[in-house]
């Protein structure tokens, strides 16, 4: 089993629609979960970290369930500029090990 | 405030060929990480250093990868003999020194070096 899984999509999206998709992770000892966003041919970018109380950022809303060892992102109002592929991080141990997903691809199409 | 720096941006050699990648990462970030992803795949950690340093190198294939950070700044990786399968990006990425999990989960990517092997 992956440490880090996450569907690949793509999901395809209106402009302007909602989109949300999760990600699972295997070590229950996992300690903080971060959203990074990567364009085409791009390096990868933070987005967000993940909070237990849940969070927002503007659009985006990246929510954590300890119990059920998964995350989610939210995107509201999708803009053809969310185009990418979202990789879901967890971070493993206190040396600032990451472990990264193979990525969600999101397309919003006009 | 200037990013992570890497050289070169591309590279084409052939099996059993030599290749070696340069890294600057941001001024004050202690800690540096060389990263490997194959196209479709997440980033994989090869090595993490904290100053000149090794913190993590498990799953750095030591018999042909090599990698060094003398004075704690710039860093080269090196792939000696190279294999077909080591075509992937080479991401370097770098942060500040924290044990506080949210900082050091910032970490700040150069552009990579996009390397084929054929």
């Known amino acids: 089993r992956k440490e880090v899984e996450q569907d690949p999509g793509p999901f395809n999206v209106p402009e302007g629609a909602t989109v949300a998709f999760n990600c699972t992770y295997s070590n229950s000892a996992s300690q903080s979960f971060f959203w990074y966003r990567q364009d085409c041919r791009k390096e990868p970018k933070l987005l967000m970290s993940v909070y237990s109380s849940g969070n927002e950022d503007g659009r985006f809303t990246a929510q954590l369930n300890r119990a059920s060892q998964y995350i989610s992102l939210l995107i509201r109002d999708s803009k053809l500029s969310d185009s990418a592929t979202y990789l879901c991080v967890v971070h493993q141990d206190s040396w600032g090990k990451l472990q990264f997903g193979a990525g969600t691809q999101v397309v919003v199409t006009p | 405030e200037a990013g992570v720096a890497q050289s070169p941006r591309y590279k084409i050699i052939e099996k059993r060929q030599s290749v070696a990648f340069w890294c600057n990462p941001i001024s004050g970030h202690a800690t540096l990480y060389w990263y490997q992803q194959i196209l479709g795949q997440g980033p994989k950690l090869l090595i993490q250093?904290?100053?000149?340093?090794?913190?993590?190198d498990s799953q750095l294939p030591k018999d042909r990868f090599s990698a060094e950070r003398l004075k704690g700044v710039d860093s080269t990786l090196k792939i000696q003999p190279a294999k077909l399968e080591d075509s992937a990006v080479y991401l370097c990425a770098s942060s500040l020194v924290s044990r506080e999990p949210s900082a050091s989960g910032t970490q700040y990517f150069g552009p990579g070096t996009r390397l084929t092997v054929l």
């Open positions: 250093f904290q100053n000149n340093g090794v913190v993590d």
